[in-house]
T-cell receptor, first 112, second 117 residues
Framework: KQEVTQIPAALSVPEGENLVLNCSFTDSAIYNLQWFRQDPGKGLTSLLLIQSSQREQTSGRLNASLDKSSGRSTLYIAASQPGDSATYLCAVFSGANSKLTFGKGITLSVRP | DVKVTQSSRYLVKRTGEKVFLECVQDMDHENMFWYRQDPGLGLRLIYFSYDVKMKEKGDIPEGYSVSREKKERFSLILESASTNQTSMYLC????????????????FGDGTRLSIL
């Protein structure tokens, strides 16, 4: 059974800092990995999707990498801003039923 | 842009009531999903559907049913609401090309916060 872990559960950084959010998964037989952002009381916004054959994806100040063999992904946020404060969730698409398995998320707070 | 719309942002119902949560997507997506999100437990898949009139159980289907009569609409039904079904419910949809649904991102609605009293 696929399990996705995101540690730590919460992170607080000063504005301007570059930061890395980690995600690990137990079964490396994945089709893709997706990073989401969730603001309080809202739904999920898709940030980046990395196919199993890819190593990384970039969108603006965000860069996501994937090391499938070691079961790890990182989301790099450059020059963090208070508007980046949110919960970031990692999810992997895998399994015979082809469904998403989510981590519990990392709640990021960027202090002005 | 994909738009997934959930009919209510907040809903309060009583124990034993039959509750309907509605979700509509405007991108002609084949696949639709219902999740619930609880603190400390994360998102868990309740039901999903690959096509009209098709449905598959997710990880926690007990106490729920679904209906997909039209491609754009996926309804979640709480047959007899209980307090342990108080939660945030999230609907999602994704495109399914001929090779299957594996490679396409899921797009989420804003969620319905349901309270069962």
């Amino acid at each position: 059974k696929q399990e996705v872990t995101q540690i730590p559960a919460a992170l607080s950084v000063p504005e301007g800092e570059n930061l890395v959010l980690n995600c690990s998964f137990t079964d490396s037989a994945i089709y893709n990995l997706q990073w989401f952002r969730q603001d309080p009381g809202k739904g999920l916004t898709s940030l980046l999707l990395i196919q199993s054959s890819q190593r990384e994806q970039t969108s603006g100040r965000l860069n996501a990498s994937l090391d499938k063999s070691s079961g790890r992904s990182t989301l790099y946020i450059a020059a963090s801003q208070p508007g980046d404060s949110a919960t970031y969730l990692c999810a992997v698409f895998s399994g015979a039923n082809s469904k998403l398995t989510f981590g519990k998320g990392i709640t990021l707070s960027v202090r002005p | 842009d994909v738009k997934v719309t959930q009919s209510s942002r907040y809903l309060v119902k009583r124990t034993g009531e039959k509750v309907f949560l509605e979700c509509v997507q405007d991108m002609d997506h084949e696949n639709m999903f219902w999740y619930r999100q609880d603190p400390g437990l994360g998102l868990r898949l309740i039901y999903f559907s690959y096509d009209v009139k098709m449905k598959e159980k997710g990880d926690i289907p007990e106490g729920y049913s679904v209906s997909r009569e039209k491609k754009e609409r996926f309804s979640l039904i709480l047959e007899s609401a209980s307090t342990n079904q108080t939660s945030m419910y999230l609907c999602a949809s994704s495109f399914s090309p001929s090779e299957g649904l594996r490679n396409q991102p899921q797009h989420f609605g804003d969620g319905t916060r349901l309270s069962i009293l």
